[in-house]
């Protein structure tokens, strides 16, 4: 079908909410925030309260707020999330390193095809960090010692040493995005690598394998500001079936209905972090964040009722 639906300007997208019903007391206000937020950012927010025709129609008492509201939250929880991730990455690429580096005895063990199962895919890492590195030679920028502009330490490599021609492992790690990172610790030969990496931060291989992959679609949905509450994430953590990895306690603790949801994205992060960060205050925040959210909010992330209850969380939550 050939697209034939016309821009429209901020004042009929206006009408166009206030035709579907949407109560909008303060029709300067909501210019304002279409004008800075986009129709088709916050129209997916109208979704839960309309009330299921193909006319998008809007159930009664719906507000402008309303769905302001829930847009905000969904900000909200984004940041939450990302704090969670990037304590993860972080440990995860940390943990990468430490254990190559140290059981190989050898600071560039990733230029050896050996460490990894497909070569193919080694040799496509092994492209991305040379292009990396040819790009940070291209942009070094000419600081003097008075300069404000510092080099970074994969730049200092680059312009000190001639050989190897790549970095250490360290400095190699931080080049990689989640989904390189990811792909690279999947692709690794030895079972015993992959399992000590995983132990380091509390679960077991295929688990770490599973949970890394969904990190990769949530970290994308909040790094362009995408709909996480309910959004579609098309893959979710493995339950972990092994004792050594921390989960929830309750029989029904983690509904069927749940498990298709991000809620057990929020369970495998806390997992984690039990391990990287003992102390961490995350799931307070967590909990004063959705604590007062709506059933329909909590339903949409697949929360149950009485989640708090569960002993996995309550000894974080006390």
Known sequence: MPYDKPPMELDALVDRLAERGLAIPDRDRALRYLRHIGYFRLSPYTIPFQQGSPDHMLRDGAS????????????????????????????????????????????????????????GKHAGLLKIVKGTCDERLRGTPDADVDSLVHRSALEHYLTTYGSPELPPSWLMVETLTVGQLTSAYRNLE????????????????????????????????????????????????AIPTSRTVSWLEGDDAMPETSRRRLYPVLVSLQTVLETISPHSGWARRLQALVECRPTMNLRGMGIPDAWAHDPFWRRHLE
């Open 64 to 119: 402008f707020d309303d769905v302001l509201n829930l847009y905000v939250f969904d900000r909200a929880l984004r940041l939450v999330v990302m704090d969670a991730l990037e304590r993860v990455e972080v440990a995860v690429r940390a943990a990468l390193t430490d254990h190559m580096s140290t059981a190989h005895d050898d600071p560039h063990w990733y230029m050896d095809a050996s460490h990894f199962r497909d070569h």
């Open 190 to 237: 030895q079972r015993a690598d992959r399992t000590a990496i995983a132990r380091s931060i509390g679960v077991t291989a295929p688990v770490l394998e599973s949970w890394m992959q969904t990190y990769v679609r949530v970290r994308n949905v909040c790094a362009h500001h995408g709909r996480l509450w309910n959004v579609g994430l098309g893959v979710y953590p």
